[in-house]
């Protein structure tokens, strides 16, 4: 099996493997659903960008770009396997989505870092927002 690891942009990528990635960060419940195929499917089809980083035909990390594709943008879902960190993955896929970001003129770029990662996306070029405060709005789950 190859050891290189390919970073690309994709429109569509293995459901399958996005969803473990999700799930393995702790960012998606770990109960089965069938309908959560088809939204990761959705998530990477209607992102503004996706980015995967390939070793041979696993996906170990991966994230993505929400845009109007014209002025601004938020980087989310940014996360490496845990057996692929610390080997510079996560950086070179911040580089592949800001890269398209500015292909396409968009200059402002924002993203929400988990507490601890802070230091990462500094190293990227990023720097606290004064004066601002992330909210979320909390919206029952539908059944």
């Given at each position: 099996m190859s050891k290189e690891i390919e970073i690309s942009i994709v429109k569509e990528a293995d459901a399958g493997q996005i969803l473990e990635l999700y799930r393995h960060q702790g960012w998606w419940q770990k109960d089965e659903n069938p309908q959560d195929l088809e939204t990761v499917k959705g998530i990477v089809a209607n992102s503004f960008c996706f980015a995967i980083a390939k070793q041979g035909e696993r996906i170990i990390g991966m994230g993505r770009c929400i845009s109007d594709g014209f002025s601004d943008a938020y980087i989310q879902d940014v996360v490496v396997?845990?057996?692929?960190?610390?080997?510079?993955?996560?950086?070179?896929?911040?580089?592949?989505?800001?890269?398209?970001?500015?292909?396409?003129?968009?200059?402002?770029?924002?993203?929400?870092?988990?507490?601890?990662?802070e230091e990462f996306y500094v190293k990227l070029g990023f720097s606290q927002m004064k004066n601002y405060t992330p909210m979320l709005l909390d919206m029952p789950k539908e059944k």
């Open positions: 396997h845990s057996d692929f960190r610390g080997q510079g993955i996560g950086a070179k896929i911040m580089k592949k989505l800001m890269e398209h970001l500015h292909t396409h003129k968009i200059q402002w770029i924002g993203l929400i870092s988990e507490p601890g990662q």
